[in-house]
């Protein structure tokens, strides 16, 4: 089966398969842990190292339960940022020849799609794409999730304009990269990415190819998911995270380096640079910093880590914020424990009360407006608000410099935000 699709020439050979008759689409295994899934299965619980149990059957979503969800049938769209900055993105489609890829051999140089958000000088031009009309049908076929238009996720109503001219001064503009969950597209943390942007953040969303269930790259190519067919032992999960670090440093230098790839890249503060992800991504997070130095600080997002700490530690700030029924001291998930001891600077363990996975994402936001799911203890609107505020505040605390009262104290704006700690196993 093939794992990559050509658009342009449904009816002719794939770019892998080189003649004959075309290769069908590759059936997405049910239960994975993805966007897909979560718009299927959102309501179970999951983490870096399993997947969601198969659902029941297909998914049927009807105009009444749309209507119920948003008020709207099929209206899609995300919040606002709350910034002073109109936002502007832009895609990068790199290439990293010195190595393989890590889940395709036979693919000489890894090839990373990579958005960049960022502020901009004025509002204008056409509001991007949330993802590619074929990435939308790939991800709602493959958990066969019907009653909804196969497009309907790509035609989600973003904030940020393509092609905007970037606002700032020189070295002026703190970094961020986001890593999504395994399977999961870049755009699944698109909220998140417009709300740094509007507050002054470029912020890189990296697209981990092959790892993704779908990835549209400019000439028409659309890559699967190859790694979801490998058993996920701890040495796949291993190799997750070694991937992801080298994707970053990859990005890092294409974005920072002599020959920069975006006409912007001058606006980069090549010392204040942090990374956040959700699930195997955030996991990634401490992979990344371990790699690379140039990280600065990082946020992981409800997702068991991978490979220990050395015990030399890792004294650059870091934030684990997850579900308060998954990652609570003295709970199922044990390696927020594990590697706790060894973060040897400032750190702080959050959990938030009524959250599900997909909460740290616009996905629980999504399934409610498609009337898929609706979590009745944390609704999705108000999930992006914390997720957003907190990842906000520590990147403005550590890259740069601002006091931020929301990690020190409870927050009286964000009853459901609880500080753990680790030693009495408690959270308050």
């Known amino acids: 089966m093939s794992h990559v699709m050509d658009r342009k020439s449904t009816p002719g050979p794939t770019a892998e398969h080189g003649g004959g008759e075309p290769a069908p689409p590759r059936r997405i295994r049910r239960g994975a842990t993805t966007v897909a899934a979560l718009l299927a299965f959102v309501a179970v619980p999951s983490c870096a190292f399993a997947s969601a149990p198969a659902g029941p059957g297909p998914v049927v979503v009807t105009a009444a339960s749309q209507e119920t969800a948003s008020g709207s049938t099929g209206a899609l769209r995300l919040p606002e940022p709350t910034g002073p900055h109109p ?125 993704s269930l779908a990835t549209s790259f400019p000439d028409g190519r659309i890559t699967t998911c190859v790694a979801c067919e490998a058993p996920k032992g701890q040495d796949f999960w291993n190799k997750v995270a070694r991937g992801r670090a080298d994707d970053v440093s990859f990005v890092l230098d294409e974005l920072t380096g002599a020959r920069p790839a975006w006409k912007g890249a001058s606006l980069i503060g090549p010392s204040r640079i942090g990374m956040a992800g959700h699930s195997a991504g955030g996991a990634s997070v401490i992979a990344a910093m371990l790699k690379d130095t140039r990280v600065r600080a990082g946020i992981d997002m409800d997702g068991t880590t991978f490979a220990p700490i050395p015990d030399g530690g890792l004294p650059r700030p870091f934030l684990f914020l997850g579900t308060k029924a998954g990652h609570s001291p003295g709970g199922r998930d044990t390696t927020w424990e594990r590697d706790w001891a060894r973060l040897t600077g400032w750190k702080r363990w959050l959990v938030v009360k009524g959250a599900e996975h997909s909460s740290f994402t616009d996905t629980a936001l ?47 704006r964000h009853p459901e935000v609880e500080r753990c700690d680790v030693e009495r196993k408690t959270c308050a």
């Open 366 to 412: 999504l399934v409610e407006r498609l009337g898929i799911h609706r979590n009745p203890d944390l609704p999705g609107e108000r999930a992006v608000e914390i997720t957003r505020d907190h990842v906000r505040a520590f990147f403005d605390l550590h890259l740069r410099h601002r006091p931020q009262p929301l990690f020190d104290r409870p927050s009286k």
């Open 87 to 211: 936002v502007g993105i832009t895609s990068l489609h790199l290439r990293d020849a010195s190595r393989a890829d890590p889940w395709v051999p036979g693919v000489k140089a890894r090839e990373l799609m990579v958005s960049l958000w960022y502020p901009a000088k004025s509002r204008g031009g056409k509001r991007a794409p949330y993802m590619t009309a074929k990435e939308s049908e790939l991800i709602l076929k493959g958990e066969e999730v019907t009653g909804v238009p196969y497009d309907v996720l790509s035609r989600t109503r973003t904030n940020a304009f393509s092609g905007a001219e970037p606002a700032g001064r020189e070295h002026g503009l703190p970094l961020v990269v986001l890593s999504p969950g395994f399977t999961e597209p870049r755009s699944s943390l698109t909220a998140l990415a417009e709300e740094l942007a509007s507050r002054g953040y470029v912020v890189a969303g990296v697209e981990h190819t092959y790892e």
